[in-house]
Nanobody
Framework: QLTLVESGGGLVAAGGSLRLSCVAS????????VGWYRQDPQDPGDQRDL???????????MYGDSVKGRFTISKDNAKKTVYLQMKDLTSEDTGVYYC?????????WGQGTQVTVSS
């Protein structure tokens, strides 16, 4: 069973930057896509919103509208790690960030890392 462990979250002032990391317990190179989602733990009804996705075959990326131009997703297959570089953070970026990897019928999620942006 593959496991994903996120790190790099924390408290940051508005306008600041953070880099999240997601380390997998085994190779992620064969997964079709990897990505990051965000959820507001203060809102029980809040769904996980797409932050960024990277498609392994093409290298194409997709971002949520609110983070375009500010966040960058990347991965290092040798290190079995997915990254999310975040800059120009605002209070709207606050939430729990989850890493995920996908293959048809085989998806895995991490436990999340909290990001809090103070205004």
């Amino acid at each position: 069973q593959l496991t994903l462990v996120e790190s790099g979250g924390g408290l940051v002032a508005a306008g600041g930057s953070l880099r999240l990391s997601c380390v997998a317990s085994e190779s992620i190179s064969e997964f079709v896509a990897v990505g990051w989602y965000r959820q507001d733990p203060q809102d029980p009804g809040d769904q996980r919103d797409l932050v960024a996705t990277l498609f392994s075959g093409s290298g194409a990326t997709m971002y949520g509208d609110s983070v375009k131009g500010r966040f960058t997703i990347s991965k290092d297959n040798a290190k079995k790690t997915v990254y999310l570089q975040m800059k120009d953070l605002t209070s709207e970026d606050t939430g729990v960030y989850y890493c995920a990897v996908w293959n048809p019928g085989r998806n895995f999620w991490g436990q999340g890392t909290q990001v809090t942006v103070s205004s």
